[in-house]
């Protein structure tokens, strides 16, 4: 199912889940397409209901990401091209979109053109599963789950931090949306007339071992150790090697707050965070109790982790190890 249509992916996605032979042809599909190209071709002759979505979801879509001039969208499985022309049109954006069914990528270049976006808004008949999708600052879909869940390490990989991902109807199962709202339909031909828009911000990887220490007056050296599961993180930390309780961690895109607390006999140390990963660097301002100004804040990774993106919680065994 995509955005506009439930088309030829949705036959593809019913092929590739009736068997391991099937399936495995498809994980290949990037470095041996040749295999594929039978699946390919029964995906792209495949005669399948054209299901659009209402215009009113397709702006709560580009609402929720926060669109505007300065985004690329890519959309996978374009149908009539109402996203990405829309995208142009009302938002000033950019993009393209992906589809099997050549005559429905006939029709959005015709609208493209008709509503004076076609240098903005442009359209390939091609299968999603070997189209770049690495220029998107905004991805859209409307797909099955399990067409979801192939792309999802797709998105890790190939994705920038801070990238919006936005799905109608259908979820990536275990990562949790960091947004969600639910857009009245009246008059839907199926189901209740209702439909879900779920937004995703990719993270970028936090996981490991960080050091850091701050200029004169804040002394000690820091390190925490982060295990991330999608954009939820776990960590634990210490300064000059005594625990630190560690009040809050979230990830937002490349953006990352930590609050950690130490203890004393007196009044409790607050140590309040935020900062940009860019690579194995983090770089942004602190605040610190008892004193009066925000602080630079740059820590340097020193053991590099992974970004779990199939457990549904990550391990405890952080808190146990550290």
């Given amino acids: 199912m995509t955005n506009g249509a439930v088309t030829g992916e949705a036959v593809r996605d019913k092929a590739v889940t009736g068997g391991a032979g099937a399936l495995a042809c498809t994980r290949r599909a990037l470095l041996a397409l040749a295999l594929c190209a039978p699946l390919f071709a029964f995906a792209q002759a495949a005669d399948v209901p054209y299901v659009p979505t209402p215009q009113n979801v397709v702006e709560a879509m580009l609402d929720i990401a926060k669109v505007g001039p300065d985004d690329f969208v890519i959309d996978l499985g374009s149908g009539d091209g109402r996203i990405v022309i829309t995208a142009a049109k009302k938002y000033g954006a950019r ?3 992906v589809e099997l069914d050549g005559a429905l990528v006939s029709d959005a270049r015709r609208e493209a053109e008709r509503q004076g976006v076609k240098d903005r808004a442009q359209f390939v008949a091609q299968n999603l599963f070997i189209t770049d999708i690495d220029r998107a600052t905004v991805l859209t879909s409307y797909l099955f789950p399990s067409v979801n869940m192939q792309l999802r390490p797709r998105i890790f990989a190939e994705l920038r931090p801070g990238t919006r ?3 109608h109807e259908f979820d990536f199962g275990n990562w949790k ?3 969600h709202l639910t857009v009245p ?3 839907k031909r199926y189901g209740p007339p209702q439909s879900e828009v779920y937004l995703w911000i990719v993270p970028a990887n936090a996981a490991g071992r960080w050091r850091w220490q701050f200029a004169a007056g804040v002394p000690g050296v820091f390190e925490a150790t982060v295990e991330q599961t999608f954009q939820v993180l776990q960590s634990a930390a210490r300064l000059d090697g005594q625990p630190l309780r560690v009040s809050s961690a979230k990830m937002n895109g490349p953006d990352i707050a930590l609050v950690l607390v130490a203890q004393s006999k007196g009044a409790p140390t607050r140590y309040e965070l935020h900062g ?3 690579g194995d660097a983090i770089r942004g301002k602190a605040r610190v109790t ?3 100004r925000e602080i630079e804040w740059q820590a340097t ?3 590099r982790g992974t970004i779990n ?3 549904a919680a990550a391990s405890a065994a952080l808190a146990r190890s550290y």
């Fill in 95 to 97: 993009g393209f979109g």
């Fill in 165 to 167: 991902v936005v799905s």
């Fill in 177 to 179: 949306p960091d947004a």
């Fill in 185 to 187: 339909v009246p008059g």
């Fill in 276 to 278: 940009r990963v860019d």
């Fill in 290 to 292: 008892g004193v009066d």
């Fill in 301 to 303: 990774r020193i053991a």
């Fill in 309 to 311: 993106i199939e457990a």
